[in-house]
């Protein structure tokens, strides 16, 4: 470590390092320096290295400080809303049968195609500012609410759009393999040729960080979902895939087969969807609001995923059909509440396997080296982020090095 350049100190913190593999990695009576973006050193404040030109400091009063956490799968940016559906399923009808009968997305996408590019705006960044109060500074978006080549690109620049504007990391998933649009009607494998033409013009203009697709029996097959990824392939980009949320389509292997970088949902996974995902090293993303919302009873086989050692992340999965939340800590208790995750391994999963899941190595764990995002809470112990579900802990963030 240099000494002639200026440091920041964040001190008196009770820090959450997740430094290693297992554990919280507590630091009571911690500290970090951080430089510009980065943080540079972590520890206890009485093993500072002597002799540093530290001109700010922050004192944190024993707060304790998390990694910022990573929301890796959401639907921000959308018209519209589906408490009417909400009811017809509280009143028998399943998510299948408001989806086959042209509810479900579709009524969304209508919503969304008929919403103002200031009304999208306006409504998107609310989300994003209840997400960020509960801590969140990465957060990755998702089209597929379009359905066209102007709308999907509509709703991805206003995912950039928060990106640039808000206190916050955006990453952009183009999610136009979402639902069959109505103007192709029983033309599903046409409607692939076109989300495979306008791909790359999507693409060429900077509003795709990854591709995801919808491989289910009321969306799309496994051949079609594969069409989409070697369009991915050929363009670089990364791939992640709403699998296995409904019934076993064989898609987690087929999106391993591509190295994604997460399957999402999983809760018809089979025994060769988990050992093709450990193989590939792509990360289990587990929607606990979804499935709360959905009323599923079929669990992830998350013995198995730890048994093979596949990372697993919680994510909320904001959307307004199956997961109209917006609080990542109440992910957190349901993670753990339904799924048995431990408060560490949910905790984990929104934050260093969050990160994994968008390809983004440089966050997730407070360690030297990564960014200097962080979650400062007035809290005691990291068990609480997941335990006072519906209560809003103080929190405030910091952003690459700064208050935000
Ligand atoms: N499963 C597909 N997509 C969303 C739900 C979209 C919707 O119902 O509007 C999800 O992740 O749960
Ligand atoms: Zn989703």
């Not at 002799?51 to 959308?78: C, K, M, Q, S």
Request: charged fraction near 20%.
């Amino acid at each position: 470590m240099t000494t002639s350049q200026a440091f920041t100190l964040w001190h008196r913190a009770r820090l959450v390092t997740l430094a290693t593999e297992q554990g919280w990695g507590l630091i009571d009576q911690g500290a970090l320096l951080t430089r510009g973006d980065r943080i540079e050193w972590v520890g206890a404040e009485a093993d500072l290295p002597p002799g540093l030109n530290i001109p700010e400091r922050h004192d944190l009063g024993g707060a304790l400080v998390t990694p910022g956490l990573v929301d890796a799968h959401t639907h921000l940016v959308y018209g519209g809303d589906r408490a009417r559906e909400f009811e017809m399923r509280l009143q028998g009808a399943s998510y299948e049968d408001i989806a086959l009968a042209g509810g479900g997305i579709v009524s969304t996408v209508a919503a969304t195609r008929a919403a103002s590019d200031e009304a999208l705006w306006q409504s998107a960044r609310q989300r994003a500012h209840a997400l960020m109060a509960e801590g969140v500074t990465t957060l990755e978006v998702k089209s597929g609410y379009g359905l066209s080549a102007e709308h999907e690109a509509r709703c991805l620049r206003v995912a950039r759009r928060l990106g640039a504007e808000l206190p916050l990391t955006v990453r952009t998933t183009c999610l136009s393999a979402h639902a069959l649009p109505p103007e192709f009607a029983g033309r599903a494998d046409d409607y692939i040729d076109a989300v495979c033409q306008w791909l790359p013009a999507l693409h060429a203009e900077g509003l795709v960080d990854a591709v995801d697709a919808f491989c289910e029996r009321i969306a799309f097959s496994p051949a079609q979902t594969q069409r989409v990824f070697e369009v991915a392939h050929r363009l670089g980009l990364p791939v992640k895939l709403h699998a296995e949320q409904l019934s076993d389509q064989g898609g987690a292997a087929l999106a391993a087969s591509f190295g994604a970088l997460s399957c999402d949902h999983l809760e018809y996974l089979s025994d060769a969807g988990i050992a093709a995902m450990a193989q590939a090293g792509t990360v289990a993303m587990l929607l606990p609001g979804a499935y709360y919302f959905l009323r599923e009873t079929k669990l992830p086989p998350i013995a198995a995923l730890r048994a093979s050692g596949v990372p697993i992340a919680i994510a909320t999965d904001h959307n307004p059909g199956s997961s109209p939340t917006l609080s990542p800590l109440l992910m957190l208790n349901m993670a753990c509440t339904l799924f048995r995750l431990t408060p560490e391994e949910a905790l984990r999963g929104m934050t260093q396997h969050a990160a994994k899941a968008l390809g983004l190595a440089d966050r997730g764990r407070l360690l030297a080296g990564s960014r200097a995002d962080l979650a400062v809470w007035g809290l005691k112990h990291p068990n609480e982020l997941a335990y006072a579900f519906g209560q809003r802990p103080d929190c405030r963030r910091v952003v690459a090095g700064r208050w935000a």
